[in-house]
């Protein structure tokens, strides 16, 4: 058993029963060119997190936890991208549409790939999911069962966005969830920081945080 100095108290799990699901660590949120580019952001703030993404990883395979990629990435003909998702709001290229890492947020292209230093090792899992949250239209929910974990820590980006979405759907399913401070980043700073708070507020009410060096 495992035991970190979290907040709002300690948080306990079994390297066996616990999966580490890092979200959506791709080259369209994280470089220029990008989905998150596309929506007006700014997408350097989340460049920063890689390297410590890249210890959490290191550290959860020592430990022989088991890992899950997701990816946000649709289909080549958009048949799993609901309209609204593609039309909404002005963006300068839409979810399909060529831009400098291929086309946007569509899985094959170079932009919906992994940024190469957190690729997937063999063994691993990766879950490519047309949505925000990871148990949404994925086999995500079946394979930690069919595994027995009942315990999830977290990375990736956006904080506010997949993370938190993903974060209240593993919540809500009964497991118990830590999400890692400094392996996770959102466009706007502020976000980041309010939804580490309301995810720890009230008890746990949706999961714990703590910083990468908590990790004994
Ligand atoms: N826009 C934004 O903050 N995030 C997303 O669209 N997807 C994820 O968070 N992965």
């Known amino acids: 058993m495992i035991t970190v100095s979290a907040a709002p108290f300690d948080y306990c799990f079994e390297p066996a029963r616990t999966a580490l699901v890092v979200i959506d660590m791709q080259r369209d949120f994280v470089e220029p060119g990008g989905f998150g580019e596309s929506l007006g952001n700014d997408v350097s703030p989340l460049a920063g997190i890689v390297p410590t993404v890249q210890r ?125 401070e400094d392996a996770t980043a959102s466009y706007f700073p502020a976000f980041r920081q309010a939804t580490l708070e309301m995810i720890r507020a009230q008890g746990a009410i949706v999961g714990w945080t703590a910083p990468f060096g908590a990790l004994p």
């Not at 990883?57 to 958009?78: I, K, M, Q």
């Not at 300068?92 to 090792?121: N, S």
């Not at 879950?127 to 977290?154: E, M, N, S």
Request: overall charge positive.
């Open 56 to 180: 959490l990883l290191a550290w959860s395979r020592a430990r022989g936890l088991f890992v899950v990629h997701t990816r946000e990435a649709h289909r080549p003909d958009l048949s799993d991208c609901p309209p609204a998702k593609r039309e909404r709001g002005s963006p300068r290229l839409r979810i399909g549409d060529i831009g400098p890492m291929g086309r946007i947020l569509i899985d094959g292209e170079p932009g919906a790939g992994f940024v190469p230093t957190l690729a997937p090792v063999a063994g691993e899992l990766e879950i490519v999911k047309p949505g925000k949250g990871a148990f949404h239209a994925t086999a995500l929910q079946d394979t930690l069962r069919t595994r027995g974990i009942t315990h999830l820590l977290f990375a990736g980006v956006t904080t506010e966005v997949c993370v938190q979405t993903t974060m209240r759907e593993a919540n809500d399913r009964g497991y118990e969830c830590l999400l890692i």
